[in-house]
């Protein structure tokens, strides 16, 4: 079978969001002399957070905004960084904070998270956000599923009375995912590990969204032909053998390359192959979905800025 669908480039979605971020944060300065400020917390030294982390404080340099990247060694107390994160709220000049996940083991998340300012929670993990977004109200929304939303809505793809499916339930992306496609009126399904004839119920959907970590899970029989597929996933794939069933033949030799270079290669939740057969739009891994994280947290930046200094200039004029 030839290949068909058509690739959602990531990495023109994202620069168009990031385009308009800048356009706002230049008129905001020009207008009001507000420059919004990022800070970001990393706690030890995982290398892919180290990665991303440094991505989104170089973005925001770009798009003028100002970004502050605090390091704590893997050692910290989980006091030492909710001490960090109240100091943070406090702080006038910054707009935006946040907690690179996962935190060292001996770290409460939940505790962490909700010690936010959820003014400032650009992540939109505080359960403020969460449930404001739940109910249908205004919020600081997860910045992959508001992406992704927003590169659908960019790609004209009806999202109004489709049939969604969601692979996955967490609080960073299945769950909000979710909630966003039933405000844009989709028919959603959530599916996770416990979810009976996977397959059978992937396969209905006209939107498929994989979020789970599991490399390759979704395959040939879990795409209606013809459905948009949206890869969230970031696994590392070793096996050469394995890659040969998972990319299409113009793909292949250059990550059997980079496994031989390198031991493994970025590979999402759907097999490349299957998804380029049968799909009408795919996003791939690397450059697709990944981009739009960050530049949405920008756009998250921004508003937040906004907001708050709107709220609290209200608050000091009114007397
Ligand atoms: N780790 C993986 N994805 C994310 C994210 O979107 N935000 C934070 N804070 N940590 C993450």
Request: aromatic share 2%.
């Amino acid at each position: 079978m030839g290949t068909k669908a058509e690739l959602l480039n990531g990495k023109q979605y994202a620069a168009a969001i990031k385009e308009e971020v800048a356009q706002r944060v230049e008129r905001l300065k020009s207008e009001t002399g507000i420059k919004p400020c990022l800070v970001v917390v990393r706690v030890g030294a995982d290398p892919a957070s180290e990665v991303y982390v440094n991505s989104k404080v170089r973005t925001a340099q770009d798009l003028g905004i100002t970004s502050e990247h605090r390091h704590m060694p893997a050692e910290t107390s989980e006091d030492e960084l909710l001490a960090v994160v109240l100091e943070l709220n406090e702080r006038e000049d910054v707009d935006g904070i946040l907690v690179q996940l996962p935190l060292p083991k001996g770290i409460n998340e939940s505790r962490i998270l909700e010690a936010l300012d959820p003014q400032k929670d650009v992540d939109g993990f505080h359960p403020v956000n969460a449930g404001r977004l739940s109910q249908g109200e205004p919020a600081l929304v997860p910045c992959t599923p508001a992406g992704i939303i927003d590169m659908l809505k960019r790609a004209e793809v009806q999202l109004s009375g489709a049939d969604a499916v969601v692979v996955g339930r967490s609080n960073i992306v299945g769950k909000p995912m979710a909630l966003l496609l039933i405000r844009e009126s989709a028919t959603v399904t959530v599916c996770h590990s416990r979810t009976k004839d996977l397959a059978g119920v992937c396969s209905r959907a006209d939107l498929l969204i994989a979020a789970v970590g599991v490399p390759g899970l979704i395959t040939a029989d879990f795409i209606k032909p013809g459905a948009v597929v949206i890869d969230v996933g970031m696994n590392q794939l070793e096996d050469p053998e394995e890659a040969k069933g998972f990319f299409p033949d113009d793909q292949l030799a250059k990550r059997l390359r980079t496994i031989e270079k390198r031991g493994s290669t970025l590979v999402g939740d759907v097999n490349a192959k299957a998804a380029m057969e049968k799909a009408s739009l795919f996003t791939p891994v690397p450059g697709g979905v990944g981009l739009l994280t960050v530049a949405m947290l920008m756009k998250n930046t921004v508003e937040a800025a906004i907001k708050r200094r709107a709220t609290r200039g209200a608050a000091n004029s009114g007397g």
